[in-house]
């Protein structure tokens, strides 16, 4: 097969052409690289090379011509000077496998742009790379934030963190993943970045939840505010640092994830609500919600940690079926104990509100004004 890419731009590999891997091509090729898919079936690989679409799961969206695609690993790794890995979270480790001899002599970053964690082991997918590529962790970033894939793919405005324990490698994909209708912002957070990616896809489908059985806004906005909590308590009793749950890859995702009917979390939450049992959503979602996979190694962690999470606690029960979802939003929204409680909005502390309507100006002050931000974001 004819490659035809541009010599002029640099060569990039994106691994998974689903929908959040076939619109990060994009954004990458609209940015000025050449960029060559993986597609595991061949006739998606034809169709992106010859049609310039991939309708399954983008319909409508034209790719751009420096978008190509192959069913061969080796063929779309061939010179890559940085990978991007969007397959399913609970399959990296088998992918990986084989991406590792294909670029055991690269030093190329691979960047994963997957937001679940391992359900068997608990790790994180930096971590899983890491280990099954046997390379230096200053090659690997992550990237998170609001990006509802088919929202970007229209070209509609938005931004993201890249994070990694190398401030060179963050610049390095934030300089190649960025375009007129996409931003990249940096951190060094990887930890923060990557549990505010999981974390909030498991409030999405309490949200969904909550949706499906028929309750309003108030409801959702009582989970998404203490859920915020939640995320904040367990990502800082992980390591992460509190601000970078307050900013993009945080608050941000989070609000975008919560709200959106193109979220696959909120679409899984919202048929369990209506009734679905989880074996019946799995079967319906075309796509994966990793929200789902992650709840029990969320859970399994945050008990080590001593970190209490009671609305992952209800999904759970919900998934497992141990509780009606019409049910959970007063054990959501309040507390067993029949004792008031005070507003705990930030890392163990009740201070009135304040953390909460900071997190929220400092999500609006990144994408209006492009300032400083949260955990070192920075341009």
């Keep these: 097969m004819s490659r035809r890419h541009d010599?002029?731009?640099?060569?990039?590999?994106?691994?998974?052409?689903?929908?959040?891997?076939?619109?990060?091509?994009?954004?990458?090729?609209?940015?000025?690289a050449s960029v060559m898919m993986w597609a595991r079936r061949p006739e998606l690989a034809h169709e992106i090379n010859e049609a310039k679409r991939n309708s399954q799961y983008l319909p409508g969206i034209n790719l751009p011509r420096s978008m190509m695609a192959t069913p061969h690993l080796s063929e779309a790794l061939e010179g890559a000077e940085q990978v991007f890995l969007s397959v399913p979270s609970q399959a990296l480790r088998e992918n990986l496998k084989a991406v590792r001899p294909l670029i055991s002599s690269s030093d190329a970053p691979?960047?994963?742009?997957?937001?679940?964690?391992?359900r068997r082991t608990g790790l994180r997918m930096s971590q899983v790379i890491q280990q099954e590529l046997h390379c230096d962790p200053a090659r690997i970033?992550?990237?998170?934030?609001?990006?509802?894939?088919?929202?970007?793919?229209?070209?509609?405005?938005?931004?993201?963190?890249?994070?990694?324990?190398s401030q060179e490698t963050a610049d390095a994909v934030a300089r190649r993943a960025r375009n007129g209708y996409f931003r990249s912002f940096v951190n060094t957070d990887v930890i923060g970045t990557e549990f505010g990616g999981v974390l909030k896809n498991l409030i999405a489908v309490a949200i969904g939840i909550v949706d499906g059985v028929g309750y309003g806004e108030n409801t959702?906005?009582?989970?998404?505010?203490?859920?915020?909590?939640?995320?904040?308590?367990?990502?800082?009793?992980?390591?992460?640092?509190?601000?970078?749950?307050?900013?993009?890859?945080?608050?941000?995702?989070?609000?975008?994830?919560?709200?959106?009917?193109?979220?696959?979390?909120?679409?899984?939450?919202?048929?369990?609500?209506?009734?679905?049992?989880?074996?019946?959503?799995?079967?319906?979602?075309?796509?994966?919600?990793?929200?789902?996979a992650s709840v029990a190694p969320i859970l399994q962690l945050a008990r080590g940690a001593d970190v209490d999470m009671p609305i992952v606690e209800q999904v759970k029960r919900v998934l497992d079926g141990t509780m009606d979802p019409r049910e959970i939003a007063p054990h959501l929204t309040t507390d067993d104990?029949?004792?008031?409680?005070?507003?705990?909005?930030?890392?163990?502390?009740?201070?009135?509100?304040?953390?909460?309507?900071?997190?929220?100006?400092?999500?609006?002050d990144q994408l209006r004004h492009g300032g400083g931000s949260a955990a070192g974001d920075r341009p």
């Design 7 to 32: 010599a002029d731009r640099p060569r990039v590999a994106v691994v998974g052409a689903g929908s959040w891997g076939t619109t990060f091509g994009k954004i990458l090729a609209d940015g000025g």
């Design 110 to 118: 691979v960047v994963s742009l997957m937001k679940g964690v391992e």
């Design 141 to 165: 970033a992550v990237a998170s934030g609001p990006n509802l894939a088919l929202e970007i793919a229209r070209e509609q405005p938005t931004a993201a963190v890249i994070s990694s324990l």
């Design 220 to 292: 959702k906005a009582s989970i998404i505010t203490r859920g915020l909590v939640e995320m904040t308590d367990f990502a800082v009793a992980q390591g992460a640092h509190p601000e970078t749950l307050q900013g993009l890859a945080g608050l941000g995702d989070l609000i975008a994830t919560c709200q959106s009917p193109l979220s696959r979390n909120n679409t899984a939450g919202r048929l369990l609500g209506q009734g679905y049992s989880f074996q019946d959503v799995v079967k319906q979602m075309e796509q994966t919600a990793e929200g789902l």
């Design 337 to 364: 104990d029949d004792e008031p409680q005070g507003e705990r909005t930030g890392n163990g502390q009740a201070r009135g509100g304040g953390a909460v309507w900071r997190s929220i100006q400092r999500a609006l």
